[in-house]
C-alpha cells in the first residue's frame, strides 16, 4: 500500500443545528500521526494522520462537548493512538478499544484506566481479515464490570449472526444499526429484520450514524443532504428512544471519494430527532450511561 488517503472535509459548515450541552460525539476515530502510532501491518487502507488535535477543534467547531473514539481497523489491536487522544482530552473523551481475544485481565483493566469502555468485533470483510466468534465470545465473558461489546457487520449477515450475539453477556452497540439499505425506506426488509433483533433483547444499543454510508450515491443512495437516511431512521429513532447514540463518524474512514461535510452530518439529528427530549436523550443522557455511568 502507498499512498495514504484522506476522506475528511478540509472545512466543515458551521451546523444551523445546535446540540444540547453536555452533547457527545459517540463514534468518531483517529488515525495516528503515524510517526508516533504507526498503522497495523494488516490494515487494509492507509489514511494521512487525523490526530486527536483535529478531532477536538472539530469538536468545539460543531458545538459538541465529548468523543467518544472508536479504534479505527487499521491500527490493528494497538490501541496506542486511541488513548492518545483520550489520554489528551482532558477528560472529555472515552474510547472503545479492538483486543487480541487472548487479551490478559491486566492489560483489560489498563485500558480500562486509559479510559476504554468496551471492545469492538468488526465482522466487514474489507476491513479486517478474520473475525473468530468462538474467541469474541470468550473475551467478552471477562470484560471489567461496565464495558460492554460494540459489533460492526453489514446487514446480510445479521441473521447469521444472530446465535453469536445472543451469546454475548454483556450490553451489544450496533455500529451504523448494521448498514441496512436505507433506500428500502423505513419498512423495508433490512430494517423490519434489525427491529426483530433489536426486540429480542433490551440491551442492544445501536448509532444512528452514517447517512454519508448508509445513502452515499456510490450505494445507490442519494448523497447530502441524505432524504433517504432520514425518511429510514426517524422512525427507529423514535420507537427505541432510549437505547440509541448518535456520532460523526470523523474522519469517514474510506469515504473518500465521497467528502462528507460534518456541518451537514450534525443538521442530520433534528430530522431523525425532531424533539429537544429525544435530541437530549441521543445526544447527552444515553450516550452518559454508557461512558460516563460514574456522573450520572
Ligand atoms: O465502513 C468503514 O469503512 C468503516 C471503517 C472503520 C474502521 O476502519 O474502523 O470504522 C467505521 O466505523 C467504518
Given amino acids: 500500500m502507498s499512498d495514504r488517503i484522506k476522506c475528511w472535509h478540509d472545512a466543515p459548515g458551521k451546523p444551523v443545528f445546535v446540540p444540547p450541552a453536555g452533547a457527545i460525539d459517540a463514534h468518531c476515530h483517529v488515525f495516528g500521526p503515524m510517526g508516533e502510532f504507526p498503522f497495523s501491518p494488516k490494515a487494509k487502507y492507509l489514511p494521512q494522520d487525523a490526530s486527536p488535535e483535529m478531532l477536538f477543534a472539530l469538536r468545539d467547531h460543531l458545538g459538541f462537548a465529548r468523543n467518544v473514539v472508536v479504534q479505527a481497523s487499521c491500527h490493528g489491536t494497538d490501541n496506542a493512538a486511541t488513548l492518545n487522544a483520550i489520554a489528551r482530552s482532558g477528560g472529555k473523551a472515552r474510547g472503545v478499544a479492538v483486543v487480541d481475544p487472548d487479551i490478559s485481565e491486566a492489560d483489560l483493566l489498563a485500558l480500562h484506566e486509559g479510559g476504554m469502555r468496551g471492545i469492538r468485533f468488526n465482522f466487514l470483510k474489507r476491513l479486517v481479515d478474520n473475525a473468530p466468534k468462538d474467541k469474541f465470545l470468550e473475551v467478552a465473558s471477562r470484560l471489567p464490570e461496565g464495558w460492554h461489546v460494540v459489533i460492526y457487520f453489514e446487514a446480510d449477515i445479521l441473521e447469521e449472526l444472530r446465535p453469536f450475539m445472543d451469546a454475548i453477556p454483556v450490553p451489544l452497540v ?28 433490551e440491551d442492544i444499543w445501536f448509532k444512528a450514524t452514517c447517512p454519508e454510508r ?21 422512525p427507529l429513532v423514535a420507537d427505541y428512544q432510549d437505547r440509541v447514540l448518535w456520532g460523526t463518524d470523523w474522519p469517514h474512514p474510506n469515504m473518500q471519494d465521497e467528502i462528507a461535510d460534518d456541518g451537514h452530518i450534525v443538521d442530520m439529528i433534528p430530522r431523525i430527532a425532531p424533539t429537544p427530549e429525544l435530541q437530549h436523550k441521543l445526544l447527552v443522557a444515553n450516550p452518559m450511561r454508557l461512558y460516563w455511568p460514574e456522573e450520572l
Fill in 214 to 234: 448508509l445513502d452515499a450515491r456510490k450505494e445507490g443512495g442519494m448523497g447530502d443532504p441524505w432524504d433517504n437516511f432520514a425518511a429510514a431512521v426517524a
Fill in 174 to 201: 450496533i455500529d451504523h444499526m448494521g448498514r441496512p439499505d436505507v433506500t428500502q425506506g423505513p419498512d423495508g426488509a433490512d430494517m423490519k429484520a434489525f427491529r426483530s433483533f433489536l426486540d429480542s433483547r
